[in-house]
């Protein structure tokens, strides 16, 4: 899910060209790339070897770039930038203790995300157990329109940005199950938006079954998703709404009240 360079904003006289470069030389590493020579970092990130060279040197004399020989790899001090934001979102400290207990009470992983673009970062994470095939973690991203989460997040906006949002999204079947159709996934959107919570069964992915509540601001927007995930093997989906549904919406509430009074 990596995103070219120039992908969201188009240049304007308030663009900084140098400033979106340096952003995509960071974003040119990840799980499948963690340390690249200079080559590598030029193409992964679209830019000369010499733009390249000139920002790569940069982050290593600010400490978010190290050196190994003629590899680049990101340090440490980069997590700085992402917990950054975690910091300034006022439901960090109150969400995890609440999320935790949720977790102990249902046995089931716990999550929190917000949603940027076609897809939902994870934000916060109490696992029980390895869940899906990927590892997930704080910054992992996932498509919103298939994941228990993405749907409650997208139920959020208006009618016209859920459009816009299913209309930029790669509406792939991950499972046999997925909803790919722009039409029914509108629906199912609506739908949540109606009830007030989300349950999606092995559509993400084959096993994975989940349901997700919204986090609201003082003025009632939503802004993060609270859920609840587990293998479809040994909880299905109406033993997830008939018996977790309750607790997460509980917990879920917990939350917002804390939130009206930040």
């Not at 939503?222 to 997460?248: C, D, F, K, W, Y």
Request: glycine share 6%; hydrophobic share 45%; with cysteine.
């Amino acid at each position: 899910m990596d995103a070219p360079a120039g992908d969201a904003v188009k240049p304007s006289d308030a663009y900084v060209q140098s400033f979106a470069r340096g952003l995509a030389v960071i974003r040119a590493f990840n799980a499948e790339r963690p340390a690249m020579t200079l080559t590598e970092v030029a193409d992964a990130a679209g830019l000369t070897r010499a733009g390249a060279r000139r920002i790569l040197l940069t982050l290593v004399q600010l400490g978010y770039v190290a050196t190994e020989g003629r590899l680049f790899r990101l340090t440490p001090r980069i997590l700085e930038l992402g917990f950054a934001y975690l910091t300034s979102m006022p439901f960090w400290d109150l969400a995890e203790p609440i999320m935790e207990e949720l977790a102990n009470e249902a046995h089931q992983s716990c999550s929190a995300t917000v949603l940027d673009g076609t897809d939902i970062v994870y934000v916060l994470r109490i696992p029980t157990g390895r869940i899906m095939s990927i590892n997930l973690g704080i910054g992992s991203r996932l498509p919103a329109y298939c994941s228990a989460m993405g749907r409650v997040l997208l139920a959020g906006l208006p009618d016209d940005e859920i459009d816009a949002v299913l209309a930029r999204s790669d509406l792939r079947a991950h499972t046999p199950l997925t909803v790919t159709d722009p039409a029914r996934l509108k629906q199912a959107i609506l739908q949540v938006r109606e009830q007030g919570w989300s349950l999606v069964d092995r559509e993400l992915e084959t096993g994975l079954v989940a349901i997700a509540a919204p986090i609201r601001d003082r003025s009632g927007r939503t802004v993060a998703a609270l859920n609840l995930s587990g293998q479809a093997h040994r909880i299905t989906a109406r033993q997830m709404e008939e018996e977790l549904l309750p607790l997460l919406c509980r917990a879920a509430e917990r939350i917002n009240d804390l939130m009206k009074r930040v």
